[in-house]
């Protein structure tokens, strides 16, 4: 910008020679081509044979399939009254429940996420393709983990699934995306499919203890699918650093330019109006669903002032950064997840909201770089949008734990859970605080391990000048070198020349 | 297009020097840059007390949650029979009946109205990002006013918040993101705000007036939404009014790229799609409902076939011009609005798009720039799309009035209205002009004021340079001042030259 | 990529002239430009007179609007129990059990295609533009034409319009817009509305003969709405084939640019998240509607999945090319569909998706190109996606017939047909053949009869010069002419020197 006419114009020209000129040492198609269809294909084989062992469809409800559960009525000191739902009592549920919800869940997934992820200018193919291709296999894969963990019955030898099933694969694929967003750019696709594989195991199994052993409360799933997936990523991502990563090429491919910063707000828009769907997509129907719903619907848009207030706020020169826009908009969303069904009211909704979004964009501004001091480098910036409002939520969660006229939570009216032995408020803030730890114990024990896998030379052959360039595995369009690498080559070749 | 060879050689050259040399002069941040952050942090605080001492949860309803109101049955002297539903009885609604709209509805606000005006090449991320913004800052304030003056129980000291209040928030927003279509490009964030904070109290106020005192039917919102919007915006745009609007550089940046038409397009489908859920959103279920989906469906669609009938004959070259495509493709939604539940059977929801595409068309191709010399610069056009169609759309209800065996507004079942006393459809009729004028009156009359303040050198910081351009509140990515402004500035440099 | 430094620098010199200095020369306007608004006009007032005599509103259930329709039960060999939907007693349904689906299918065809066919890097104008135009058009006269065709009441004198005919409306949209796809970029817009007039009526005379009388069952509408869509469309190309289309000028606009790829697959993951929805849209309440949505789940799933082995293992460089992420991801949608509520068990969803997927990525790769040869150039390949995978449907269709236990067509519970004999399951075979067999002949024929029509001097006054390009029809922006058409002006260059 503040550079003189003459250096200018040297600049222009010799990029103008050296866009043609300098040859981009593009990677090598990978050492084993066929290793990535043959992988896929395999396991796509594994998946039908154990579908046609034991999956089976599950049922719609008969008779009036929209009934709403019993309700007792709980009265408050400050004179309010609060219908209790009756898990016990919750009739089986069927598509006009919850058909609408989960269409909303399956488009967060592959058009939030996806777009989300398309600000990287050389990147977009990738992201959105990388994103599609990781979300199909794990709805698949989840099905079927999910089903033997979850819903495996002796007797007829099979588990259902219905459409409350496939809503959960949904859930369990947005994990593994939050742990994709760590990693994007970094990975190529045999490693995102061996992750993935990993990854639904442990985080089925991490929520099988949290739910069913520990009953914690989480309807939004901001410990067992945000937490779980941003530490996970991260803890892959840091056994993947390469120093590499920091160099000048790889950074200034780590850039965005215009439309790839609109089309990640498609991916953004998506995300923030259908996260009320995220929270009460399984919620209990009647009041809690309703709750769910308004809580959300409070605490994200929340969080979109407070981003816009701190993004403005922490910049040298006051104005928006689009990194936060795109992102911190949403922590309302993540933070409010694990009392979203709660009695926390209006209010408290707004400001779980407004601590998140400001949490967020000071996670963008300050922390993303702390942590890739410690080799920890966040393509997405997951710890801040998943990670960090992922924990607000799990304090939040045994917070309100505290208060059993509040969560629910108190001895009468526990849950029916694996022990139905009764339970204090007390108790159930020890398992919240469990189900939080364990959920980061096993994410960052199992990216670890993970992580050392993706390294083995039979997976890993990328080259760090592939980050964050699609033309490493896919065809590209005649103007992927030439318009929208202008600004990218000018600054490699101020360093050329 | 006509130029010689040497002409252009010579342009291309100089053009290629001065994208480089001849500085843009952007604005400066604003003067005090800690009054938009310390604005809006104040607002949040207040907005979270008052949800604190007033707000509570609404309740689903309790057994079976849809249930169909009772219905009598009308026969008309041409032998058809119409079920008329009952208002007094319609039961409480809950998430099943209103879920799946509402989401629609969510996504005509933040996708919809978002992408819609992104058409401005240098303006994309304000126009995403401060209807983002806007909309989220819209929706917690209108929980609130409208909970005040609707919904606000002296008993309980507290007013509920639904399904159905949320909904209603999403409308609000959507009258004010028609106002910022007015004045977009040539607000700042804080004069945003502002507007939005003014606008709620007295949209929602005329929206009272209209439907608790008047009693007028208007389920589509054409009038207290689209009208109301409009001219309050329009209001607005004549108090900013800046004769260096008319420049060659600001009419430069107010102009579309390629891509940035593309984007446009997404807010344009999915406002088309999902009309029919802003016009039955609130319907009451059953036949109405039914018929406000039909109408929107068939009116919206002939709307759409009628701009590219006009936008062709009225082209010199025979040629569609996107800006009729993106914008007046929709008027037959606003149209239809006021009349969207009532029997006006297929055919006329089909004429009422067909004029109400056609009056658009014309509105964009010649009445916006008749205004502009009256000094209302209409960036958006939402006089074409929002402000004739809904004025169209309040016509068509007083017309509807005249007749109550279509309106189903006479004497026996008028809905129970604040005097509960019997009215003729006569005096419908003048309730339902009332209503309209009461709109015009309070829009603009409100519009001019709020347009002085917004004048007050408190909040009105912009510089004509900084109009349609990102750059003056937003970090911008390397290739802004690049690739996009390859045609701007070879203009520019044309003068210079 | 490999040329020498000199080369370049010769090319880029002579590109950078070339740009400014050789003209392209743009089509005229059309010999007639008043017969389009002409047409349609003509159009459009035929079609309020049609409504205006014969359509009513259809009603909303009375009562409890969802209800579930009795069951019997059906004990199979293997152990397992299923229920057994009795269609003669289904209740009249309304929007509480369509309208979410409703509005996945509207927003399949218009954003879902729209976008799916904005890959080509000058004509996305016309690939939204037209693609919201077309499907518009269809919506009327479909409304219209199944009216009389299906619904008609003599007593009455009417035809209803109601959730289920709107849905309805937009299946026969999604027919003519695979035929638009065949045809994209080598038609005006005067050639698609009468392609478009001719078709609904074919397609639904067709659809009669399938469902009405030869009582086949395809849920999804694969042979009715994709084979037929796709031969009609490949018929109409093969009549307007010119071999200008394989100009090096056609070839390189008929390419992508990179952000003209993501558009696109906002449109591919649109669809692909609401293909269950498609399937699903008016299948029987309960196991039935259940089954379509889990097998359509699973089985576009497993497209995704085989799309990219497929496109990995068959590229040289071992690849992944957008083209067919694009496209061939969805093939599974289409192949499950005349069976998805059928007991087909999820890996037998699971099977289908996969060759689905495998055999429309090899068509992309080896058959397009094949095709043309035979002067059948099928611009967005329709024939892989819709045409191929749909005759696999039907062909499922026909094998799942021959086993009355699965497909629940034996001869005690044949739905109520028009001749109301019983049938046994081999009769069901042959009818289901037969219904694929008269799909083919009447979209062939048809499209043969059509592209005759088409070619007559009235309607056929586009030239080869504008195929693939917005500017004929369109005011297009300034940078259509720059920033663009880099690359496709280059390579003209290399010729011109």
């Avoid at 114009?9 to 090598?28: G, N």
């Avoid at 496939?166 to 990693?183: E, N, P, Q, R, W």
């Avoid at 099988?208 to 052993?213: D, Q």
């Amino acid at each position: 910008m503040a550079k003189s006419r003459a250096e200018e114009t040297e600049m222009l020209q010799s990029t103008t020679l050296s866009t043609r000129v300098v040859p981009i040492a593009y990677e090598k198609p990978a050492k084993n081509p066929i290793f990535f269809p043959a992988l896929l294909i395999g396991l796509q084989a594994v998946f039908i044979i154990l579908l046609g062992l034991h999956a089976e469809y599950g049922h719609e409800p008969i008779g009036n399939h929209i009934t709403l559960p019993k309700h007792s009525v709980i009265s408050f000191p400050n004179g309010t009254h609060v219908r209790i739902h009756d898990e016990a009592e919750t009739p089986h549920r069927g598509i006009a429940d919850f058909y609408s919800m989960f269409q909303d869940i399956h488009i967060m997934i592959f058009i939030g996420f996806g777009f989300l992820m398309t600000f990287l200018r050389k990147y977009g193919f990738s992201a959105v393709g990388y994103n599609f291709l990781v979300a199909a296999f794990v709805l698949e894969w989840a099905l079927i983990v999910r089903g033997y963990m979850f819903d495996y019955e002796p007797a007829t030898k099979s588990f259902p699934i219905d459409i409350e099933r496939i809503i959960v694969a949904d859930f369990v694929a947005a994990a593994i995306l939050i742990s994709f967003g760590a990693v994007l750019g970094k990975t190529n696709p045999t490693q995102l499919i061996v992750m993935a594989f990993i990854e639904v195991l442990l985080q089925s199994a991490n929520e099988y203890i949290g739910l069913k052993r520990f009953c914690a409360f989480d309807i939004g799933e901001s410990m067992f699918v945000h937490v779980f997936g941003a530490y996970f990523g991260l803890a892959v991502a840091f056994m993947l650093y390469d120093k590499e990563l920091t160099s000048v090429e790889a950074e200034q491919r780590e850039k965005s330019v215009y439309h790839s910063d609109l089309f990640a707000m498609v991916g953004t828009i998506f995300l923030f109006c259908f996260w009320p769907s995220f929270n009460a997509g399984v919620a209990a129907a009647g009041d809690s669903r309703l709750r769910a719903v308004v809580n959300t619907y409070i605490s994200i848009a929340s969080s979109v002032l407070l981003t816009y207030i701190c993004s403005c706020l922490f910049s040298k020169e006051k104005k928006f950064d689009m990194v936060h826009i795109q992102n911190a908009t949403l922590a309302g969303g993540v933070a409010v997840g694990t009392v979203a069904d709660k009695i926390i009211r209006p209010f408290g909704a707004m400001i779980i909201g407004s601590v998140a979004g400001a949490l967020s964009t000071i996670g963008f501004r300050f922390i993303k770089s702390t942590l890739q001091k410690f080799k920890v480098h966040d393509t997405c910036g997951v710890n801040n949008l998943h990670g960090m409002p992922g924990l607000l939520a799990g304090i939040f969660g045994i917070m309100l734990a505290f208060l059993p006229a509040y969560s629910l939570y108190n001895e009468n009216i526990i849950p029916v859970c694996w022990h139905s032995t009764e339970r204090s408020h007390l108790m159930q803030v020890g398992y919240q605080a469990a189900a939080l730890g364990t959920t980061l114990v096993i994410a960052i024990t199992g990216g670890i391990i993970t992580g050392l896998i993706l390294r083995l030379p039979l997976f890993n052959d990328e080259r760090p000048s592939s980050y964050y360039n699609d033309h490493t595995h896919w065809e590209t369009p005649d103007d992927f070198h030439d318009a929208h690498s202008t600004a990218l080559i000018s600054s490699e070749t101020e360093r050329h020349v």
